[in-house]
């Protein structure tokens, strides 16, 4: 399960199945500096996005690929 302390590198190197995600809501982070020493909730405010909808998102990726 995906929480707001990890990092977006971490997220993506264990789960790379949760980029499209990270393009959906526009953070382009995958590929950036930031995404290595920015946890997922930092990135989420710097972009105004909603950490909640974020994480819900991204673990609904690894729940259907779980199934």
Not at 1 to 12: G, T
Not at 25 to 39: H, I, K, M, R, W
Request: charged share 25%; aromatic share 4%.
């Amino acid at each position: 399960m995906i929480n707001k302390k990890m990092s977006i590198e971490e997220i993506v190197r264990k789960h790379p199945e949760t980029i499209p995600v990270f393009e959906k809501y526009g953070l382009g982070c995958v590929g950036c500096q930031a995404a290595l020493f920015e946890d997922i909730q930092q990135g989420a405010e710097v972009h105004g996005i909603d950490i909640d909808t974020l994480l819900n998102s991204l673990n609904q990726v690894l729940a259907k690929d779980q199934q």
